[in-house]
């Protein structure tokens, strides 16, 4: 039962512009979400997170946005850039738990 | 400040034999551990997971263990490698954090069984 899914597996976006990336959810006991960014051959790095309680976080280029209703959480990059290319993983944590789960990822390409 | 190490970073083993990844934290005192895989072409599959020396939480049934001799020392290991063992595993830590439990994860291994 996948609980987080990440139904893009590959995006592009022109360098400059505004790459969205989307994660639906199935679990509504998720309080906290979160983003991170993977280079290949490397352990992902944490980038974003969203409290349950809140519909949106803001931390430079990187924007969370979280409809609840939806269950439905995505990033907007903006302005991409060329090192923004990676695979973003998004994922919840369940109220309580020590462990988070992780969608399947989408790999980001930022064309010059 | 904290750092995590993996090791070894790549490692290529015949199936059936056994194996041994290490996974150490510093910086920090118990922290939550984490074994992950990354199968080729998939997402993050946690396999284990640790809140102290000792414990051991197993998510799926599989043909690893893991153990946790120490309070920042997480190894994973297996009897008798299969070719679905292949993959690349990461270790991560956690201390609870401000912004929601957010786990910080080592550098890799990558594991081919042939």
């Known amino acids: 039962d996948q609980q987080v899914k990440q139904n893009s597996p590959s995006l592009s976006v022109q360098e400059g512009r505004i790459s969205i990336l989307n994660c639906d959810y199935t679990?509504?006991?998720?309080?906290?979400f979160l983003w991170y960014k993977k280079y290949p051959a490397e352990g992902p790095t944490f980038l974003i997170s969203i409290s349950s309680i809140k519909d949106k976080n803001e931390d430079g280029r990187f924007t969370v946005f979280l409809n609840k209703s939806a269950k439905h959480l995505s990033l907007h990059i903006v302005p991409s850039q060329p090192g923004d290319s990676a695979v973003y993983f998004c994922a919840g944590r369940i109220q309580g738990a020590q462990k988070l789960v992780f969608g399947q990822g989408t790999r980001l390409t930022i064309n010059p | 400040s904290q750092t995590i190490h993996q090791w070894p970073a790549t490692l290529v083993q015949p199936v059936g034999s056994p194996l041994s990844l290490e996974c150490t934290v510093e910086?920090?005192?118990?922290?939550?551990l984490y074994w992950y895989r990354q199968a080729a072409g998939r997402g993050l599959q946690l396999l284990f997971y640790?809140?102290?020396?000792?414990?051991i939480s197993s998510e799926v049934p599989q043909n690893l263990s893991a153990s946790r001799p120490q309070d920042r020392q997480f190894i994973l290991s297996s009897k008798k490698l299969l070719l679905s063992d292949s993959g690349f595993y990461l270790c991560a830590w956690s201390n609870g954090g401000k912004f929601g439990n957010e786990q910080f994860f080592g550098p890799g291994t990558r594991l081919t069984v042939l």
């Open positions: 679990n509504s006991m998720f309080d906290y």
């Open positions: 640790s809140v102290g020396i000792g414990q």
């Open positions: 910086g920090t005192s118990n922290p939550n």
